[in-house]
């Protein structure tokens, strides 16, 4: 199935919004989340798809 780059790009735009927002730190939202600074910050960057966010949590 081919992925959709407009969710994609919007993810990551909300993403980085909500943060600006509510002024959380990519370092605050690894905490809260489980998901690795590095992970996240592609995200916002690149659009990762959200099924690849289930690979980037970080093992507790």
Same mark, same amino acid.
């Given at each position: 199935?081919?992925?959709?780059?407009? +969710?994609?790009?919007? @993810?990551?735009?909300?993403?980085?919004?909500?943060? $600006?927002?509510?002024?959380?730190?990519?370092?605050?939202?690894?905490?809260? %989340?489980?998901? $690795? +600074?590095?992970?996240?910050?592609?995200? @916002?960057? %690149?659009?990762?798809?959200? $099924? $690849? +966010?289930?690979?980037?949590?970080?093992?507790?």
């Amino acid at each position: 199935m081919a992925r959709d780059i407009k +969710v994609d790009t919007w @993810v990551g735009h909300h993403l980085k919004d909500l943060r $600006s927002e509510r002024g959380i730190t990519l370092i605050t939202l690894s905490e809260q %989340t489980g998901l $690795s +600074v590095t992970h996240l910050s592609r995200l @916002v960057m %690149t659009g990762s798809t959200p $099924s $690849s +966010v289930d690979r980037g949590r970080r093992s507790r």
